[in-house]
């Protein structure tokens, strides 16, 4: 089973990389690029597109296929190693996990602005939030 520092853990290994539409290696990444790649190493069952669009009549679909395990039944509390949905120009349509340390909530992305992989305050990111998933094979125990 994994565990919620697994998973952050995996994460990190990513931050610096550079952001690219489509990416999918420690080369480059997108959101959805970076949450496949955690999975692989993790060792966690997922599907792959890159066809996918960033056009707003796209999003149900984009997040349909991408967001991955199940709901978070407790809410919209923020827990260390959830995936976070975000609302990007009105769409749900970034993702990233949430780390926290203490009383101190981050969120790890790939960042179109950054132009990389980055780990930012959660607070700017708060307000966007639509959804937290939680991991298929996450060991909730």
């Known amino acids: 089973m994994v565990s919620r520092n697994d998973i952050v853990d995996a994460a990190r290994k990513y931050l610096g990389v550079p952001f690219r539409k489509g990416g999918r ?5 997108d959101c959805v690029g970076l949450l496949i790649m955690i999975h692989k190493d993790l060792g966690l069952p997922i599907e792959d597109d890159t066809n996918y669009t960033f056009a707003p009549t796209a999003n149900v679909q984009m997040i349909q296929k991408f967001v991955f395990g199940q709901s978070d039944p407790g809410g919209m509390v923020p827990k260390h190693g959830q995936i976070g949905v975000m609302m990007d120009s009105h769409f749900p349509m970034h993702f990233g996990i949430i780390t926290k340390d203490g009383d101190r909530t981050q969120f790890i992305n790939a960042n179109t602005k950054e132009r990389r ?4 305050d959660f607070v700017n990111w708060r307000p966007k939030l639509t959804h937290l998933r939680e991991f298929k094979g996450l060991d909730l125990a």
């Open 25 to 29: 290696d420690k080369n480059s990444l």
């Open 117 to 120: 992989v980055v780990e930012q």
